[in-house]
């Protein structure tokens, strides 16, 4: 062979020193070729879980009730909040979405944006105080109409889907 390299060793060194293309997990992790990318937003430490209820929502007559639960521990901001090293306040939510097929989909937007971290952030609220608030608009009434937060709202799964959509998820 003398001092020709064989084309399959030239790749293998390609690999070994690292200009190889790049490998599957990185291709997940920073979107090459636009496959997937995966958003790490501002979003504190918290949980999402949700539960059935068997009661419906103004508007959806023949349907369940997603009760969504949110919890948010106090805690200290990092650098991708207001006041880095300062502390912010917790919070316990509950939202609701009807149990029906557009439901059940916004549903696992919300969860694909709560594991991106976009879905809540630390903000400074009109006291002063930082706090953890939503970045969407949630119901967190499950009646009394959109200006209360709650259902009727025969726009706001159209709504809530554009907006996720338009962060990323």
């Not at 944006?113 to 105080?129: C, E, P, Y």
């Not at 969407?136 to 889907?161: A, E, N």
Request: aromatic share 8%; proline share 8%.
């Amino acid at each position: 062979m003398g001092s020709v390299q064989s084309s399959d060793k030239l790749h293998c060194n390609r690999y070994l020193n690292g200009q190889g293309p790049p490998s599957l997990i990185q291709q997940a992790n920073e979107e090459v070729n636009g496959i997937y990318s995966v958003v790490n937003g501002c979003q504190p430490e918290g949980q999402m879980t949700w539960v059935t209820l068997c009661r419906d929502l103004p508007g959806f007559p023949n349907d369940n009730t997603l009760q969504i639960n949110y919890i948010f521990p106090d805690g200290i901001q990092t650098v991708k909040h207001p006041h880095p090293g300062e502390p912010y306040s917790g919070l316990r939510l509950c939202a609701y979405l009807p149990d029906n097929r557009e439901g059940n989909r916004v549903l696992k937007l919300l969860e694909k944006a709560f594991d991106q971290k976009i879905l809540f952030t630390v903000t400074t609220n009109q006291d002063g105080s930082d706090v953890v608030t939503s970045s969407i608009p949630l119901k967190i009434q499950p009646d009394g109409g959109s200006r209360d937060d709650g259902y009727p709202d025969p726009d706001y799964l159209k709504t809530v889907r554009k907006l996720l959509k338009d962060k990323g998820t």
